[in-house]
């Protein structure tokens, strides 16, 4: 048996005490329907011209804080405007890494691999693979 006497179950976000919180349907529903931008700009960051991606790696930087603030957001239910006037960018990304390590989502993941069927493993890994052949 682990204790987890040291686990933090609280952070700061701004002069706000917030819960880490345990990912239900509804709060992981509300993530995925949110987080398709971080997938496309990574798509996009692949399929762009090696001498082309400075220029688009700054510009996702700025979305990807943006993500952060809103993610931070979503599960805290603290409007993102307080964050962008009261919580610092490693506040956020603190309170994004204790829930994920909270509700175990890496071993979930795991789980889920085993779950999917091979069919759908090898679809998977043809996109993946014809990501390369674009890069190349």
């Known amino acids: 048996m682990v204790f987890n006497f040291f686990r933090k179950d609280r952070v700061q976000l701004g ?19 949110h987080i398709g931008t971080i997938g496309e700009f990574l798509v996009k ?36 405007d307080y964050l962008d006037k009261h919580a610092g960018i490693a506040e956020c990304a603190e309170y994004l890494r204790l829930t994920w390590e909270k509700n175990d989502v890496n071993a979930a993941l795991g789980n889920l691999s085993g779950l999917i069927p091979p069919m759908a493993q090898q679809f998977v890994q043809s996109i993946l693979i014809r990501v390369e052949q674009a890069k190349e």
Do not use: C, G, W
């Open 15 to 33: 002069n706000k005490q917030v819960e880490i919180p345990k990912l239900t349907r509804a709060r992981l529903k509300k993530l995925t329907d």
């Open 45 to 80: 960051l692949f399929l762009t011209p090696e001498q082309d991606r400075a220029v688009f790696i700054v510009a996702a930087a700025d979305v990807t804080i943006d993500e952060i603030y809103e993610l931070t957001s979503l599960l805290s239910d603290i409007p993102v």
